[in-house]
């Protein structure tokens, strides 16, 4: 089973960029359906973007964020440009096995990490 461990979030001001890491342990990383979700306080858990056997990303950050992953590694990435006060939330990474937006389709989570976008 995959284990996931995100880091990379942190403080920035708006217009400014981060990129986050999720980190994979085990052999079969390269099978999963990966994507990122995020949590804003007093908000539900939303997804972001997903990497399957294509790209898929919320509409809210088409254009400024960009989801890559390298299966020789085990490593899923979110390159985040241009970022808003509104991205402010928890980044959480996630394995399933459909390239679906619902977090229902994904059963495997990491811990998540902060990104702060100040104004």
């Known amino acids: 089973q995959v284990q996931l461990v995100e880091s990379g979030g942190g403080l920035v001001q708006a217009g400014g960029s981060l990129r986050l890491s999720c980190a994979a342990t085990g052999r079969t990383f390269s099978s999963y359906t990966m994507a990122w979700f995020r949590q804003a306080p007093g908000k539900e858990r939303e997804f972001v973007a997903a990497?399957?056997?294509?790209?898929f990303y919320a509409a809210a950050v088409g254009g400024r964020f960009t989801i890559s992953r390298d299966n020789a590694e085990n490593m899923l990435y979110l390159q985040m440009n241009r970022l808003k006060p509104e991205d402010t939330a928890v980044y959480y990474c996630?394995?399933?096995?459909?390239?679906?937006?619902?977090?229902?389709?994904?059963?495997?989570w990491g811990q998540g990490t902060q990104v702060t976008v100040s104004s």
């Open positions: 990497y399957g056997a294509s790209t």
């Open positions: 996630a394995a399933g096995h459909l390239l679906i937006t619902d977090q229902k389709g994904y059963n495997i």
